[in-house]
Nanobody, 126 residues
Framework: QVQLVESGGGLVQPGGSLRLSCTASGRTFSSAAMGWFRQAPGKERDFVAAISWSGGNTYYADSVKGRFIISRDNAKNTVYLQMNSLKPEDTAVYYC???????????????????WGQGTQVTVSS
């Protein structure tokens, strides 16, 4: 069993930055791929970024490429999402997820993830 707890959300002005954290419990965190997804009101949950178990491979949605950076610290059981140059359209609830995924081509598929956090709200507004 893995429990995930996100933190770091909040209100930020356009162009600003936030860093989200997701801390996991459970001994198998270091072997799991980790992903960040987001869901805006009335919309489906969309892929944002993912990172392989070792941290050696990262994957991004086109909409955030060049602005967001995903990283992980397996010693701290934590995955991060550094969000820069934020835009109003980045406003959503952000979720982290854990899955034992080895194929990079399916990192963006929600059904490949086994555990999800409760979400943290990110609002980008002036």
């Amino acid at each position: 069993q893995v429990q995930l707890v996100e933190s770091g959300g909040g209100l930020v002005q356009p162009g600003g930055s936030l860093r989200l954290s997701c801390t996991a419990s459970g001994r198998t965190f270091s072997s799991a791929a980790m992903g960040w997804f987001r869901q805006a009101p009335g919309k489906e949950r969309d892929f944002v970024a993912a990172i392989s178990w070792s941290g050696g491979n990262t994957y991004y949605a086109d909409s955030v490429k060049g602005r967001f950076i995903i990283s992980r610290d397996n010693a701290k059981n934590t995955v991060y999402l550094q969000m820069n140059s934020l835009k109003p359209e980045d406003t959503a609830v952000y979720y982290c997820a854990a899955g034992w995924i080895t194929n990079g081509r399916v990192m963006g598929v929600t059904t490949n993830y086994n555990y999800w956090g409760q979400g943290t709200q990110v609002t980008v507004s002036s």
